[in-house]
């Protein structure tokens, strides 16, 4: 049985409950992101913002997540890294995870900042959130760009740390992966 918080070994149920609810949701935002971006803009269709309104709500989601991980993760012990591992790739392990932490925050409030740059009002499943910004198309603009710019960075990130999960999983045999899947050993 897989414990409540996490161990030296292991990762516990919370943490691994957060770490792969928020991969789903990540992942989707980033695809629904980049799809309703490339949708014409032209008489800005209906489709387009109602996309955009569900990428905002889940968005502020991945947000309120992004914050209970956070606080999960300073309240409870760090799982160690395999012992084996070189020094590099414990560094670099541990700064990939320290950037998606970055990233978690960033995207979602580059997203609020943009959105109240325009003076588009964000809901939070019919809350409606305050404005962070006053209205400045200068800094609309610059900021699709910088969100951009993070989505690019998530996605780069993702792609290096999902594929050394799998190369140690399936390669070097160790227990990188076993560690945040529910049900396995200690
Ligand atoms: C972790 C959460 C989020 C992720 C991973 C994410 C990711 C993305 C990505 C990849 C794009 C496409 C960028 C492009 O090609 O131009 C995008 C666009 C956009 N995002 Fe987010 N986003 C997040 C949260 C938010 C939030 C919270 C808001 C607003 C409250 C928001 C508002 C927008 C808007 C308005 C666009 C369209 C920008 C345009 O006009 O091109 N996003 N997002
Ligand atoms: C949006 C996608 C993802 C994000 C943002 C993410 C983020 C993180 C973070 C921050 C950690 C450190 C533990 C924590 O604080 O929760 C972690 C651990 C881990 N993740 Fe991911 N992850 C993602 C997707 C994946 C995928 C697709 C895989 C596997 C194919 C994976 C495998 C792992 C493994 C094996 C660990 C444990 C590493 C260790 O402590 O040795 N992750 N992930």
């Known amino acids: 049985m897989t414990k409540i918080t996490n161990t030296s070994q292991h990762y516990g149920a ?9 991969a789903v949701l990540l992942i989707a935002l980033i695809a629904l992101g980049l799809y309703m971006s490339s949708l014409p803009d ?14 905002k709500e889940y968005g502020i989601l991945a947000l309120g997540l992004a914050m209970l991980r956070l606080a999960w993760r300073v309240g409870n012990v760090l799982p ?28 979602p409030i580059t997203g609020w900042l943009m959105s ?17 910004i006053a209205h400045n198309e200068y800094r609309f ?9 993070l989505g690019y960075a998530l996605v780069g990130f993702i792609v290096v740390h999902a594929t050394a999960a799998l190369r140690h999983h399936f390669i070097c045999r160790d227990n990188t992966l076993k560690k945040i899947l529910p049900g396995a050993g200690y």
């Open 116 to 132: 109240s740059a325009a003076s588009i009002p964000v809901y939070f499943f019919g809350v409606r959130l305050p404005d962070l």
């Open 141 to 149: 603009q610059l900021l699709i760009e910088v969100h951009m710019w």
């Open 42 to 55: 032209a008489g800005f269709d209906k489709k387009k913002i109602e996309l955009i309104l569900l990428h």
């Open 80 to 107: 160690e890294l395999v012992v084996q591992l070189p020094d590099w790739q414990k560094v670099a392990a541990r700064f990939v995870h320290l950037s998606f932490y970055g990233l978690m925050f960033a995207l």
């Open 14 to 22: 919370v943490a691994i409950l957060l770490h792969w609810l928020m």
